[in-house]
């Protein structure tokens, strides 16, 4: 039986990663300590994901930090053979992290390095997948010509139109936010242990993951908490840009469909963006439009002048790098099908 570690196991990709992976025979380890609850408070606790996720027959829950390396090495150090190391495990808000920089940086940039090193000393034959995002490019997306439409911006250069932005985009002298520069180091470091130590590390550049599992709350997960909003009467507020941002949506299941496709076939220190790109993206006003149309709900919001720090106005996943690399993996879910699926 292949076995796989899967750190964050509760969270939206960490949850989805079990069951696709449960489904396939494997023995799962799960590590999540609820950080998710700490950080934002207990709208966003994954309690009771770990409450189904117990209930599956070849599943094992450590509730144990991924920031404390002497713990982790004592409690994975009796297995055997591991297969493949999935890394979702994460502090996700820009907001959170200016308010507490050093636990941020702990969790992503120290529990990143702390897994790594788990996995070179007792599991160095293993694949080892990092849940990366698109705030390591910071706001250089933000520099390229944008026209204003109806209810969007698109880049006047077509080629980024028609196929999103790809991974050679700079991520360099740009605003990252504190969390984009942690997650910056956790992805030049899996990157380098891929191409340093020949390990098989695959890193996943994220647009907004999303999918019924994520428990979205204002500081992160913005289609989940707008749908949340609608369902509850509750007030949104849209940040800046005249709601006119653009984000692509990519369901949880198409994420780690393509982390298995990565699994069958590894590379050292490979990065890629993933996202919906054109099959699935929207402005926060056309979210709202599409989401009162499928409830029949108005939603109550409100839009402030003021955009979040190094917010993107446009960000669009280029996935043709993927697609060529593993010509096998199909995306699943457009983005009705994402928002009926939350909804």
């Known amino acids: ?38 950080f934002f408070g207990s709208d966003a606790s994954t309690s009771k994901v770990k409450d189904e996720l117990s209930k599956l027959k070849n599943y094992t829950h450590y509730s144990i930090s991924i920031c404390e390396f002497e713990i982790l090495k004592k409690n994975l150090s009796h297995l055997k053979n591991v297969d493949l190391i999935i890394h979702t495990a994460a502090q996700p808000s820009h907001d959170w992290a200016a308010s507490n ?42 520099k390229l010509e944008y026209k204003e439409i109806e209810t969007r911006y698109e880049p006047v250069n077509l080629e980024i139109k028609n196929n999103g932005i790809d991974e050679t985009m700079s991520i360099d002298n740009s605003k990252h936010s ?88 590894p590379k050292m220190g490979e990065v890629y963006n993933i996202g919906g790109s054109l099959k699935s993206n929207c402005s926060v006003l056309e979210a709202i439009n599409l989401i009162q149309e499928y409830t029949k709900i108005k939603i109550n919001y409100e839009i402030v002048e003021k955009n979040r720090e190094g917010d993107h106005i446009w960000y669009i ?7 060529k690399d593993y010509p096998s993996w199909n995306q699943k879910y457009e983005l009705a099908d994402i928002i ?4």
């Open 1 to 38: 039986m292949e076995t796989v570690i899967i750190t964050g196991s509760c969270g939206l990709i960490g949850s989805q990663s079990v069951f696709f992976f449960h489904d396939l025979g494997f023995n799962i380890i799960g590590i999540d300590d609820d950080s998710r609850g700490k």
């Open 101 to 142: 920089p050093f636990l941020d940086f702990n969790t992503n940039a120290l529990g990143t390095l702390n897994m790594l090193e788990i996995t070179r000393q007792l599991f160095p034959e293993s694949v080892f997948i990092f849940t990366s995002t698109n705030k390591v490019y910071g706001d250089t997306p933000n």
């Open 178 to 265: 504190l969390f984009g520069v942690s997650k910056v180091y956790g992805d030049l470091i899996v990157q380098e242990y891929g191409k340093y130590f020949n390990i098989k590390t695959g890193i996943f550049r994220g647009g907004c993951l999303t999918g019924s599992k994520h428990c979205g709350v204002e500081a992160h997960g913005f289609l989940s908490y707008l749908i949340k909003c609608a369902l509850t009467n509750k007030k949104y507020t849209i940040y800046g840009y005249k709601g006119k941002q653009v984000r692509d949506n990519i369901h949880s299941y198409d994420v780690v469909s393509a982390f298995y496709e990565f699994y069958k076939n």
């Open 317 to 323: 996943s280029d996935m043709r790098k993927f697609k």
């Open 340 to 343: 009926k699926d939350m909804i």
